[in-house]
Each structure stands twice: as structure tokens, then as C-alpha cells.
């Protein structure tokens, strides 16, 4: 069958994704993504149409389409709320990667499996796969044994053992070595004993699956003569080995979506109560700025910053003054520039920061007279370009490149209050080979501008100290989260003052 973009968007745009995320939340259909996933810089949720589109192509032409794609689209949520962003990795090999997708999209077939209405995802894999067919190598003796629970009965106990382990990663689980890990021991395991005894996996010619309504799977390769029935999602109807672990409970899926799209749940209780207090003052000072400007940002009084064009006389400038109608900002409107360490050492604040980059990225989505640049430095400076792009990933190294001055130049706004905060964890420095300690510190002169604070660990101090080449205030601190929180504050306080 063929589906195409605005067919499938149509669909999705039926679908109550908020109903069941707890709140509302734009889903995005995306005609390119490779997966899909929820940015909660954008707070949206992106579904990949290419995936759909895969799915649609493997149904049998009698398949009701409509129904098809939005157990497709549920399936493809299901990867936004439980699948981390990390699972796959640019080292893992081609295989690996096939393996873990295989494992994750029965993961998350199970843990879900009763959360939507009118949702059969195991109805819906004979649809697409047909019956389990005789596997021609370990691949798909592994997929038979993950997704249709066909195999020697201690792997398929395996597959319900790890998806019991790991039954609370999502998408905000930051690493998951050790799922991955347990997975590719399974599937070594199988293909060790695939290549010795293959028949042992060949599933009896006797399965197939009735869907909710009673009628059989018509999936490719599906089996119908004197078969056995077992309707998928009904548990009475089936025994362990047929459908594996339940999934979640109402009270288990309500508490992991409030880790998933609330930046700060999945923290420690000390940090999540240092980011939430943070979102809370926040709250505060954008409620009273937009209370004092709500009658506009420029006025033609004694009072306020005259308009040259909004006068007639030539000596307007008589009545411009040093305060305006918004208190110091006299140009009513913010840009906060952050410049943040991404090397690998800074990984264990990096979740923090993510939480406190996601707050900011709200407000600024929330109020027309706050921007916000965030720029990312390790072995290269780069710029978040986009929302999805505001994301710490912390690896490699640390260095102030050369062209880092002309970017940080540019990033201050005209006709507007700008700030910079600078964080660098470590020696900002360590991969300046053949340097002497003068080249260095002359380095951060890059960040020699008004209104810039760098906060720094005192591995840095050192080319600071003196502060030869930078008039940025300097903090030394290994609290970097905390210190940032406080001088965003500070930053926010004065803007909107």
C-alpha cells in the first residue's frame, strides 16, 4: 500500500497525543527524521513520516489504512515518550544497530501495550511481518525471538527479564550501557547456538494472530490453515510465552511521563529543587516585566526614551535619559548569550544544564522581548542553530578557537540589554598544543566584553588571575550549575528591573 505525507498528516492531526502525554503537546510529523523523538527545548514531538511510510509500503493492499497508521503513529509516539536519545551511537555497527531498534520496538510495544485505545501493535506486526517465518541467519532468528516470542524458551525469558530490568528508561535516560549491553549479549548468545543448532529455531507452522475484531492477520507470509489463534492484547486469550511481560500500570506511565516532559524530574532531589526554584523566579520577574510593559515598550513623555520619527522638533535628544519607562533596560528587550563547556569532563552536569537550557528555551517561546544564543565549546566552538540543536552532548576535548572571537562579536544584538555567561569546566586550554602559557591566556580574550561573566573551575584561574586580556568578571567555582542558575538570575533582575 502507499501513503503520502499530507495523508498520514492528516491522520496524525486526529489523534489526542495530549490526552494521553498528560498535556498538551504539538506533534510534528517531520518528512525527514530517521526516528522519532520529543525536543523538550521546543516541547514538541516529532514523528518520523519515512518510518511510517516503510510500514505502509509492507501492508498487505486488504489492510484497513487508516487504522494501520495510527498504530504507526502511536507506535512512533511510544519512541518519542520511552526510547533514549542516545540509544544508538555512531560507533555501533551496522548489525547493532538493526538489533537494538529490533529490541526497543518490542520494548516499548510491551510497556505500552494497554496505554492506547484501539491499539494492537502485536496485531499490527503480523500485518506487516506475516507469521514468523524460518529464520536465514541470526538476525532474524533474534527478531523472532524478541518480537513474536518464537524460539528455546530461555531466550524468550530473556527478552521479558530485560525488558522487566529496564522498564523505566525513556527518552530522558542519558546513558544506557548497560540495556545496550545485555542486549548484545542475548543476541551473541543466539547467534552462537543459531550457528551450531539453526533447527532448533525454525517456529512451528501452526502460529498466527486474530486483531480486536476477531478477524486473522493478513500479513505477508501469514499462516491460516489449522493454525492456532491468539488475540494479541487480550490476556486471557494467551499464555506468557505468546505475549511476554505485561506492560505498565496507569499509575507507572502517569509518573514516567512526568519525568519525560518536565526538564527537571529525572534529577536528583537537591538539583531538581535548585532548577525548579530557578523556573519558579523566573516566572516571577517575566510576570512583573510584562505587567510593567503591557502598555508598550516606548513612550512620548518626559518620562520615556523619545522616537525621533514620532516628534517634530530636532532636539528630542534633550529628553532622552539614562532610565525608561521599563526601568534600567531602556531598550525593553533582553539577549542572553551562553557559552557553554561541552567537553567530556563537564558530562556530569550536563543532564542539569539540558534542564536549565529547556526552562530558558520556554520562556523565550513564552516572551517576544527575550532571545537567547546558546553556543557549545570543546575541540570547536559551534552555535545552537536551532531549538533541537540546544542540546549538551559532552565529549572530547577542550579549546578556545580562533574564529571563537569574531562569533562571540556577532552575538551581541543591537538596540538591546545583551549578557554572556562563559562556563568552561577544566583547562579551557588542554588541547593548545605547543603553546606557551602567554598564548594561551591571551586566548580568552575572545570574551572581552561588557555585561560577560565567566564562570570557571581553578584550573583556569591561573590565566585569569591577572586578568590581562578579559574585563569579564571572573567566578571560580565547581559549582558550574549553581553558579550559572545565580547569574542568570542576577542577569534577569537587572534586564527586567
Known amino acids: 500500500m502507499k501513503i503520502n505525507f499530507n495523508e498520514c498528516n492528516a491522520i496524525l492531526s486526529t489523534l489526542p497525543i495530549g490526552y494521553y502525554c498528560g498535556r498538551r503537546i504539538p506533534t510534528t510529523l517531520d518528512d525527514k527524521a530517521e ?26 493492499d486488504s489492510s484497513d489504512l487508516e487504522k494501520a497508521v495510527r498504530s ?5 509516539t511510544s519512541h518519542a515518550i520511552l526510547t533514549p536519545k542516545n540509544l544508538i551511537s555512531k560507533w555501533d555497527d551496522h548489525i547493532m544497530r538493526s538489533i537494538f531498534n529490533i529490541f526497543e520496538d518490542e520494548r516499548i510495544e510491551t510497556l505500552l501495550a494497554n496505554f492506547y485505545m484501539n491499539v494492537d501493535f502485536k496485531a499490527q506486526l503480523y500485518n506487516i511481518c506475516g507469521s514468523p517465518k ?23 525469558n530473556k527478552v521479558d527479564e530485560i525488558i522487566t530490568k529496564y522498564r523505566t528508561i525513556n527518552s530522558t535516560t542519558d546513558r544506557c550501557y548497560y540495556y545496550k549491553d545485555d542486549v548484545e549479549k542475548l543476541y551473541e548468545q543466539i547467534a552462537k547456538m543459531f550457528k551450531k543448532t539453526p533447527a532448533i529455531f525454525t517456529p512451528p507452522m501452526d502460529i498466527k494472530i486474530t486483531g480486536d475484531n476477531g478477524e486473522e492477520g493478513k500479513g505477508k507470509g501469514s499462516s491460516s490453515e489449522g493454525a492456532q489463534s491468539a488475540k494479541v492484547g487480550n490476556t486471557d486469550n494467551m ?17 514516567l511521563l512526568e519525568e519525560v516532559f518536565k526538564p527537571a524530574a529525572s534529577l536528583s532531589a537537591r538539583k531538581r529543587e535548585q532548577v525548579e526554584k530557578f523556573e519558579k523566579a523566573l516566572d516571577v520577574l517575566f510576570a512583573n516585566f510584562n505587567k510593567k510593559t503591557s502598555g508598550g515598550n516606548g513612550i512620548n ?62 520562556f523565550e517561546r513564552k516572551n517576544k522581548n527575550f532571545t537567547m544564543d546558546v553556543f557549545f565549546i570543546g575541540e570547536e566552538m559551534t552555535k545552537a ?45 588542554s588541547d593548545c598544543y605547543g603553546e606557551n602559557f602567554a598564548q594561551k591566556a591571551k586566548r580568552f580574550k575572545t570574551f572581552d566584553r561588557k555585561q560577560t561573566f ?15 586580556y578579559t574585563s569579564a568578571k571572573v567566578i571560580v567555582t565547581n559549582n ?3 553558579e550559572l542558575i545565580k547569574n542568570i538570575t542576577r542577569a534577569f533582575k537587572t534586564m527586567l528591573s
Open 385 to 429: 542553530k536551532t531549538l533541537k540543536d540546544r542540546i549538551m552532548d559532552c565529549s572530547g576535548g577542550n579549546t578556545i578557537p580562533d574564529y571563537a572571537a569574531e562569533m562571540f562579536i556577532r552575538a551581541q544584538k543591537p538596540n538591546t540589554f545583551n549578557y554572556n555567561i562563559v562556563l568552561f569546566d577544566g583547562d579551557a586550554l
Open 454 to 468: 565567566l564562570i570557571t573551575d581553578s584550573d583556569n584561574e591561573r590565566y585569569l588571575k591577572k586578568r590581562p
Open 239 to 255: 499464555d506468557e510465552s505468546a505475549h511476554g511481560e505485561e506492560g505498565l500500570t496507569a499509575e507507572q506511565i502517569s509518573k
Open 480 to 482: 558550574y550549575n549553581e
Open 35 to 60: 526516528t522519532s523523538y520529543y525536543i523538550p527545548m521546543e516541547d514538541v514531538i516529532y514523528i518520523s513520516f519515512p518510518i511510517i511510510e516503510k510500514g505502509v509500503n509492507a501492508l498487505p
Open 134 to 156: 524460518p529464520p536465514r541467519d541470526a538476525q532474524s532468528a533474534f527478531f523472532n525471538i524478541v518480537r513474536y516470542r518464537v524460539g528455546p524458551d530461555h531466550f524468550v
Open 301 to 362: 513623555t518626559y518620562s520615556g526614551v523619545f522616537n525621533p520619527r514620532a516628534v517634530v522638533r530636532k532636539d528630542y535628544r534633550y529628553f532622552e535619559r539614562s532610565i525608561s519607562s521599563n526601568g534600567n533596560n531602556k531598550f525593553g528587550s533582553i539577549h542572553l548569550n551562553l557559552v557553554l563547556d561541552r567537553s567530556g569532563s563537564f558530562v556530569y552536569n550536563q543532564n542539569e544544564t539540558n534542564a536549565i537550557l529547556a526552562i530558558l528555551s520556554n
Open 72 to 76: 504507526m503513529l502511536y507506535h512512533e
